[in-house]
């Protein structure tokens, strides 16, 4: 068996079928990343963030009851909310586990 020469191959030879594993989930999600951190994606996720705490004002600071569209709208809202955040977070997880596999293998 030959030794690996780049440093994809180094990081797969050391973390095996999980390296892969992270390979392939970010590079699934690396468009999402790309789509949410220009300046249309902010611009999509700050208007849901409003939305979501203006309902959440309605629902805690007002007398007012939500009706049943915006009941829906919210749960939607928080679970869009959550799905990106767990995206974008186990994004930059996982590239930092590369990122310091590199670090350790360059010094």
């Known amino acids: 068996m030959s030794q690996p020469t780049t440093k994809l191959e180094v990081f797969l030879s050391a973390y095996g079928k999980r390296g892969e594993k992270i390979i392939e989930l970010l590079s699934k999600l690396t468009p999402f990343i790309k789509d949410a951190t220009s300046p249309s994606g902010y611009e999509l996720i700050?208007?849901?963030a409003t939305r979501m705490?203006?309902?959440?004002?309605k629902l805690c600071y007002t007398d007012e009851y939500l009706k049943e569209q915006e009941q829906i709208e919210?749960?939607?809202?928080?679970?869009?909310?959550?799905d990106r955040y767990t995206k974008i977070k186990y994004f930059n997880e996982q590239s930092a586990t590369?990122?310091?596999?590199?670090?350790?293998n360059d010094t």
Do not use: P
Request: aromatic share 4%; hydrophobic share 40%; no cysteine.
């Open 46 to 48: 700050k208007e849901d």
């Open 53 to 57: 705490a203006e309902l959440l004002n």
């Open 74 to 82: 919210l749960k939607y809202l928080g679970k869009r909310m959550v």
């Open 98 to 104: 590369i990122e310091n596999h590199r670090i350790e």
